[in-house]
Protein backbone atom coordinates (compact mmCIF):
# COMPACT_ATOMS: atom_id res chain seq x y z
CA UNK A 1 0.00 0.00 0.00
CA UNK A 2 0.74 3.50 -0.32
CA UNK A 3 0.18 6.15 1.44
CA UNK A 4 -1.68 9.15 0.17
CA UNK A 5 -3.45 12.70 0.28
CA UNK A 6 -5.84 14.09 -1.38
CA UNK A 7 -7.79 17.80 -0.55
CA UNK A 8 -10.73 18.30 0.42
CA UNK A 9 -13.54 20.65 -0.37
CA UNK A 10 -12.05 23.16 2.13
CA UNK A 11 -8.54 22.57 0.82
CA UNK A 12 -7.34 20.59 3.99
CA UNK A 13 -5.56 17.36 3.01
CA UNK A 14 -7.04 14.17 3.76
CA UNK A 15 -5.02 11.19 4.44
CA UNK A 16 -6.07 8.29 2.57
CA UNK A 17 -4.39 5.06 1.63
CA UNK A 18 -4.29 3.23 -2.13
CA UNK A 19 -4.89 -0.05 -1.77
CA UNK A 20 -2.34 -1.99 -4.74
CA UNK A 21 -4.95 -4.05 -7.05
CA UNK A 22 -4.98 -7.90 -7.30
CA UNK A 23 -3.83 -8.67 -10.62
CA UNK A 24 -5.32 -11.86 -12.06
CA UNK A 25 -5.79 -13.74 -15.34
CA UNK A 26 -8.64 -13.63 -17.63
CA UNK A 27 -9.60 -17.20 -16.64
CA UNK A 28 -9.47 -16.55 -12.92
CA UNK A 29 -11.47 -12.85 -13.45
CA UNK A 30 -14.44 -14.97 -14.78
CA UNK A 31 -15.09 -16.78 -11.52
CA UNK A 32 -13.45 -14.11 -8.77
CA UNK A 33 -16.21 -12.04 -6.42
CA UNK A 34 -16.46 -8.79 -6.06
CA UNK A 35 -15.40 -6.75 -8.97
CA UNK A 36 -13.30 -7.26 -11.30
CA UNK A 37 -11.83 -4.96 -14.36
CA UNK A 38 -10.87 -6.12 -17.58
CA UNK A 39 -7.81 -3.71 -19.16
CA UNK A 40 -5.63 -3.23 -21.93
CA UNK A 41 -2.05 -4.32 -20.91
CA UNK A 42 0.84 -1.84 -21.76
CA UNK A 43 -0.45 1.30 -23.16
CA UNK A 44 -2.61 4.25 -21.27
CA UNK A 45 -6.04 3.25 -22.52
CA UNK A 46 -7.52 6.58 -21.17
CA UNK A 47 -10.72 4.98 -20.56
CA UNK A 48 -9.17 1.95 -18.81
CA UNK A 49 -6.73 5.05 -16.55
CA UNK A 50 -10.38 6.58 -15.55
CA UNK A 51 -12.00 3.77 -14.88
CA UNK A 52 -8.95 2.64 -12.39
CA UNK A 53 -8.53 6.32 -11.15
CA UNK A 54 -12.22 5.87 -10.16
CA UNK A 55 -12.29 3.04 -8.27
CA UNK A 56 -8.69 4.66 -6.33
CA UNK A 57 -10.46 7.78 -5.27
CA UNK A 58 -13.89 6.05 -3.80
CA UNK A 59 -11.34 2.85 -2.30
CA UNK A 60 -13.16 0.36 -4.45
CA UNK A 61 -11.91 -2.92 -3.72
CA UNK A 62 -11.18 -4.75 -7.36
CA UNK A 63 -8.78 -7.21 -9.28
CA UNK A 64 -7.00 -6.31 -12.78
CA UNK A 65 -7.00 -8.43 -15.81
CA UNK A 66 -4.39 -6.88 -17.93
CA UNK A 67 -5.22 -8.72 -21.29
CA UNK A 68 -2.54 -7.85 -24.76
CA UNK A 69 -4.91 -6.11 -27.19
CA UNK A 70 -6.54 -8.77 -29.61
CA UNK A 71 -5.16 -11.72 -27.78
CA UNK A 72 -8.53 -12.57 -25.80
CA UNK A 73 -11.18 -11.33 -28.43
CA UNK A 74 -13.22 -14.51 -28.96
CA UNK A 75 -13.29 -15.10 -24.68
CA UNK A 76 -14.15 -11.41 -24.31
CA UNK A 77 -16.99 -11.71 -27.08
CA UNK A 78 -18.08 -14.71 -25.22
CA UNK A 79 -18.13 -13.38 -21.94
CA UNK A 80 -18.99 -9.74 -22.58
CA UNK A 81 -20.80 -9.56 -25.51
CA UNK A 82 -18.56 -7.32 -27.00
CA UNK A 83 -14.48 -7.06 -27.54
CA UNK A 84 -13.92 -3.62 -26.65
CA UNK A 85 -11.66 -2.38 -22.81
CA UNK A 86 -12.22 -1.84 -20.14
CA UNK A 87 -14.95 -4.09 -19.20
CA UNK A 88 -16.19 -3.93 -15.79
CA UNK A 89 -17.72 -6.78 -13.89
CA UNK A 90 -19.40 -6.79 -10.31
CA UNK A 91 -20.20 -10.98 -8.94
CA UNK A 92 -22.52 -12.17 -11.25
CA UNK A 93 -24.18 -8.78 -12.90
CA UNK A 94 -24.06 -8.13 -16.82
CA UNK A 95 -20.65 -6.87 -17.58
CA UNK A 96 -20.61 -3.11 -18.07
CA UNK A 97 -18.51 -2.27 -21.18
CA UNK A 98 -19.39 1.82 -21.36
CA UNK A 99 -17.84 4.71 -19.04
CA UNK A 100 -21.14 5.92 -18.18
CA UNK A 101 -22.41 2.51 -17.28
CA UNK A 102 -18.74 2.09 -15.30
CA UNK A 103 -19.34 5.48 -13.14
CA UNK A 104 -22.88 4.82 -12.00
CA UNK A 105 -21.44 1.64 -11.05
CA UNK A 106 -19.07 2.79 -8.74
CA UNK A 107 -21.00 5.68 -7.74
CA UNK A 108 -23.47 2.20 -6.53
CA UNK A 109 -20.78 0.78 -4.90
CA UNK A 110 -19.21 3.50 -2.95
CA UNK A 111 -21.35 6.28 -2.91
CA UNK A 112 -18.66 8.89 -0.67
CA UNK A 113 -16.93 10.80 -2.54
CA UNK A 114 -19.29 11.16 -5.47
CA UNK A 115 -18.41 11.87 -8.08
CA UNK A 116 -21.67 12.48 -10.21
CA UNK A 117 -22.91 16.07 -8.86
CA UNK A 118 -25.95 16.30 -6.75
CA UNK A 119 -27.01 19.88 -8.80
CA UNK A 120 -28.74 18.84 -11.33
CA UNK A 121 -27.33 21.72 -13.70
CA UNK A 122 -24.03 20.27 -12.37
CA UNK A 123 -24.64 16.86 -13.48
CA UNK A 124 -26.18 17.84 -16.77
CA UNK A 125 -22.90 20.23 -17.34
CA UNK A 126 -20.43 16.70 -16.19
CA UNK A 127 -22.20 13.86 -18.33
CA UNK A 128 -22.25 16.36 -21.05
CA UNK A 129 -18.40 17.52 -20.85
CA UNK A 130 -17.69 13.63 -20.32
CA UNK A 131 -19.38 12.74 -23.52
CA UNK A 132 -17.00 15.61 -24.99
CA UNK A 133 -14.16 13.35 -23.97
CA UNK A 134 -14.89 9.75 -23.57
CA UNK A 135 -18.22 9.26 -25.81
CA UNK A 136 -18.09 8.90 -29.67
CA UNK A 137 -16.66 11.66 -31.41
CA UNK A 138 -15.61 12.97 -28.13
CA UNK A 139 -11.74 13.25 -27.64
CA UNK A 140 -10.59 9.99 -27.35
CA UNK A 141 -12.76 8.91 -30.82
CA UNK A 142 -11.06 11.83 -32.62
CA UNK A 143 -7.40 11.28 -31.29
CA UNK A 144 -7.63 7.72 -32.05
CA UNK A 145 -8.81 9.03 -35.71
CA UNK A 146 -5.93 11.05 -35.97
CA UNK A 147 -3.21 8.39 -34.54
CA UNK A 148 -4.76 6.02 -37.27
CA UNK A 149 -4.21 8.33 -40.11
CA UNK A 150 -0.62 9.22 -38.69
CA UNK A 151 0.00 5.22 -38.85
CA UNK A 152 -1.63 4.26 -42.44
CA UNK A 153 0.30 7.30 -43.96
CA UNK A 154 3.02 5.63 -42.54
CA UNK A 155 2.55 2.11 -44.45
CA UNK A 156 1.06 0.01 -40.85
CA UNK A 157 -1.09 -2.19 -42.55
CA UNK A 158 -1.40 -4.23 -39.77
CA UNK A 159 -4.61 -6.14 -38.84
CA UNK A 160 -5.51 -4.37 -35.20
CA UNK A 161 -5.01 -0.99 -37.12
CA UNK A 162 -7.82 -2.33 -39.97
CA UNK A 163 -9.67 -3.07 -36.72
CA UNK A 164 -9.45 0.04 -35.45
CA UNK A 165 -10.16 1.78 -38.97
CA UNK A 166 -13.34 -0.29 -38.87
CA UNK A 167 -14.37 0.04 -34.75
CA UNK A 168 -13.87 4.18 -35.08
CA UNK A 169 -14.98 4.54 -38.68
CA UNK A 170 -12.14 5.85 -40.22
CA UNK A 171 -12.17 7.70 -43.29
CA UNK A 172 -9.61 10.23 -45.24
CA UNK A 173 -12.14 12.66 -44.64
CA UNK A 174 -13.31 11.84 -40.62
CA UNK A 175 -9.55 12.05 -39.63
CA UNK A 176 -8.59 15.29 -41.75
CA UNK A 177 -11.88 17.09 -39.69
CA UNK A 178 -10.58 15.13 -36.05
CA UNK A 179 -7.79 18.05 -35.36
CA UNK A 180 -10.70 21.16 -35.55
CA UNK A 181 -12.74 19.66 -33.37
CA UNK A 182 -10.39 18.14 -30.88
CA UNK A 183 -9.63 21.95 -30.73
CA UNK A 184 -12.98 23.07 -29.91
CA UNK A 185 -13.22 20.35 -27.27
CA UNK A 186 -9.91 21.57 -25.86
CA UNK A 187 -11.27 25.33 -26.46
CA UNK A 188 -14.01 24.46 -24.62
CA UNK A 189 -12.58 22.76 -21.62
CA UNK A 190 -10.05 25.81 -21.08
CA UNK A 191 -12.96 28.32 -20.86
CA UNK A 192 -14.91 26.27 -18.29
CA UNK A 193 -11.43 26.12 -16.19
CA UNK A 194 -10.78 29.94 -16.54
CA UNK A 195 -14.66 30.59 -15.40
CA UNK A 196 -14.16 28.27 -12.04
CA UNK A 197 -11.09 30.10 -11.14
CA UNK A 198 -12.71 33.37 -9.85
CA UNK A 199 -15.06 31.38 -7.75
CA UNK A 200 -12.37 29.88 -5.55
CA UNK A 201 -12.97 26.48 -7.19
CA UNK A 202 -9.68 24.22 -8.66
CA UNK A 203 -12.31 22.22 -10.58
CA UNK A 204 -14.10 21.58 -13.73
CA UNK A 205 -17.57 21.57 -12.71
CA UNK A 206 -18.73 22.98 -8.78
CA UNK A 207 -16.38 23.06 -5.41
CA UNK A 208 -15.22 19.69 -5.57
CA UNK A 209 -14.09 16.73 -7.41
CA UNK A 210 -16.16 15.45 -10.08
CA UNK A 211 -15.70 12.59 -12.68
CA UNK A 212 -15.09 15.18 -15.22
CA UNK A 213 -11.60 16.09 -13.74
CA UNK A 214 -10.82 12.21 -13.40
CA UNK A 215 -11.53 12.00 -17.01
CA UNK A 216 -9.46 15.09 -18.28
CA UNK A 217 -6.81 13.80 -16.48
CA UNK A 218 -6.80 10.52 -18.20
CA UNK A 219 -7.82 11.94 -21.18
CA UNK A 220 -5.26 14.46 -22.04
CA UNK A 221 -2.57 11.61 -22.40
CA UNK A 222 -3.92 11.66 -25.61
CA UNK A 223 -2.84 15.34 -26.65
CA UNK A 224 0.23 15.66 -24.11
CA UNK A 225 1.50 11.84 -22.42
CA UNK A 226 3.13 11.76 -19.34
CA UNK A 227 6.94 11.53 -19.13
CA UNK A 228 7.89 7.62 -19.80
CA UNK A 229 9.18 7.74 -16.28
CA UNK A 230 5.99 7.58 -15.16
CA UNK A 231 4.05 6.21 -17.80
CA UNK A 232 6.26 2.83 -19.35
CA UNK A 233 4.13 2.95 -22.57
CA UNK A 234 6.42 2.00 -25.34
CA UNK A 235 8.87 4.56 -26.82
CA UNK A 236 7.60 4.46 -30.33
CA UNK A 237 3.85 5.00 -29.09
CA UNK A 238 4.71 7.70 -26.47
CA UNK A 239 5.77 9.67 -29.74
CA UNK A 240 3.12 9.07 -31.60
CA UNK A 241 0.66 10.29 -28.67
CA UNK A 242 2.62 13.23 -28.94
CA UNK A 243 1.88 14.14 -32.37
CA UNK A 244 -0.85 16.30 -32.26
CA UNK A 245 -0.55 18.99 -35.14
CA UNK A 246 -0.43 22.49 -35.36
CA UNK A 247 -4.59 23.15 -34.72
CA UNK A 248 -5.08 20.64 -31.58
CA UNK A 249 -1.66 22.25 -30.34
CA UNK A 250 -2.48 26.34 -30.58
CA UNK A 251 -5.68 25.03 -28.84
CA UNK A 252 -4.03 23.26 -25.69
CA UNK A 253 -4.27 25.24 -23.13
CA UNK A 254 -1.10 25.13 -20.35
CA UNK A 255 -3.88 25.59 -17.59
CA UNK A 256 -5.60 22.20 -19.02
CA UNK A 257 -2.29 20.62 -18.35
CA UNK A 258 -1.44 22.03 -15.06
CA UNK A 259 -5.25 20.91 -13.82
CA UNK A 260 -4.20 17.21 -15.51
CA UNK A 261 -1.12 17.47 -13.10
CA UNK A 262 -3.24 19.02 -10.09
CA UNK A 263 -5.70 16.06 -10.20
CA UNK A 264 -2.80 13.22 -10.58
CA UNK A 265 -1.09 14.61 -7.51
CA UNK A 266 -3.67 14.92 -5.00
CA UNK A 267 -6.23 12.05 -6.30
CA UNK A 268 -4.19 9.64 -8.38
CA UNK A 269 -1.17 7.76 -8.46
CA UNK A 270 1.91 7.68 -10.43
CA UNK A 271 3.79 5.75 -11.98
CA UNK A 272 1.16 4.19 -14.22
CA UNK A 273 1.13 0.65 -13.63
CA UNK A 274 0.12 -0.88 -16.91
Known amino acids: MRARSRSSKSGRRISRVNEVPDY ?17 AGVPSPWGEALKGICRVKQIPHKIARIVPGTANEELMRWTAQTSLPVAIYNDERPRSTWIEQLYLAERLSPQPALVPESINDRIEMFGESNELCGENGLGWLRRLMLLDISLARGDQTGTAKALGAKYGYSKLAAESAPAKTAAILRNLSARLAKQKPRGSRFLIGEQLSALDLYWA ?24 GEIGPVVKAALDPALIAHRDFIYREYLTLPLEL
Open 24 to 40: IDLEAAKTAPGLRLLTV
Open 218 to 241: TFAALVDPLPREVCPMPRGLHALY
